[in-house]
């Protein structure tokens, strides 16, 4: 999908005159929504470093970029998740050969509102909040009181299920083979959840990290409910001790080359990690940034 289009600084209306427009590359990247904004900060950055090349980012979460890397219509599909053996069987099928890149790791928060008194949930806790038949749907079910929570009804944000975030966190917090109650509400970006969360004291979601924000809490989370917790940080992902702590992908058809191996590259220099690490995530390897 790597293409060649004209660029030139003047008018249409005096091409006749015989301007040799430069010849521009353009990159398509799709995909993820929490790597969109990350993934515009780097095209922004690197028509810096080389201005003969322009890189177009979309959203439209993991699996939207995944369908168009399989379907053969974008260079990088961006993903909160890896792909999953079906999605690389029917790439092959289709004459494409997606190869995984790492360029960075998330701590996926749970977010609550700012006035919910708790602290922290273990991984067994949210299984039952959020997961098929589970036995918790008030606060009052695990101790807590919210103020401003008309009936101490959860309110459970979730992500759409095209989305690398929902398919991390369900196999993360529910099990590969536990679906979501029915009823939660299901936002389109991480920023909507958060959103929302903020807006509403029943409310609880989950999201990247690099969405958090002074409005909003994030709960400390314990992986097996033996009261031992570790809170959703740059550091905590770097060390994947954070329980939902995830890498973030990038594929491409095939071993990149030329000027899609050289943007790769720069996103994995120390100069591309420290524009994530910028965003709120965590580099894929040690660097020092200003």
């Not at 759409?160 to 009823?183: C, E, I, M, P, V």
């Not at 807006?199 to 994030?218: E, F, Q, R, V």
Request: glycine share 10%; proline share 3%; with cysteine.
């Amino acid at each position: 999908m790597k293409t060649t289009i004209a660029v030139t600084a003047i008018a249409a209306g005096i091409a006749f005159l015989g301007t040799t427009a430069e010849a521009r590359t353009l990159i398509q990247n799709k995909g993820s929504d929490t790597l969109v904004n990350v993934a515009q900060a780097w095209a922004e950055e690197y028509q810096k470093v080389k201005s003969d090349v322009a890189v177009a980012v979309t959203g439209g979460g993991s699996g939207t970029g995944i369908a168009a890397m399989i379907n053969g219509t974008v260079d990088i599909a961006n993903a909160s998740r890896a792909m999953k053996q079906k999605e690389v069987d029917l790439a092959k099928k289709q004459g494409q050969n997606p190869v995984e890149h790492i360029v960075g790791y998330d701590a996926l928060a749970v977010f609550l509102h700012k006035d919910n008194p708790l602290t922290s949930l273990s991984i067994p806790q949210l299984a039952e909040i959020y997961g098929e038949d589970g036995k918790t749907n008030n606060w009052k079910d695990i101790g807590v009181e919210v103020p401003g929570c008309k009936g101490q009804e959860m309110v459970l944000v979730s992500r759409q299920n095209n989305s690398g975030t929902y398919a991390y966190f369900r196999k993360a917090a529910l099990g590969a083979r536990r679906d979501f109650k029915l009823g939660t509400r299901d936002m389109h970006g991480s920023k909507d959840v958060v959103d929302l969360v903020e807006k509403t004291p029943c409310a609880i979601g989950y999201s990247g990290l690099a969405y958090a924000n002074d409005h909003i809490k994030m709960a400390c989370i314990d992986k097996d409910g033996s009261g031992s917790c570790v809170s959703p940080s740059v550091e905590t992902a770097s060390d994947r001790s954070y329980p939902i702590a995830r890498p973030l992908f990038m594929y491409t058809n095939g071993e990149p080359t030329g000027d899609i191996k050289d943007y790769l590259d720069w996103i994995k220099s120390d100069v591309g990690q420290c524009i994530i690490l910028k965003k709120g995530y965590a580099p894929m390897k040690n660097v020092s940034c200003d």
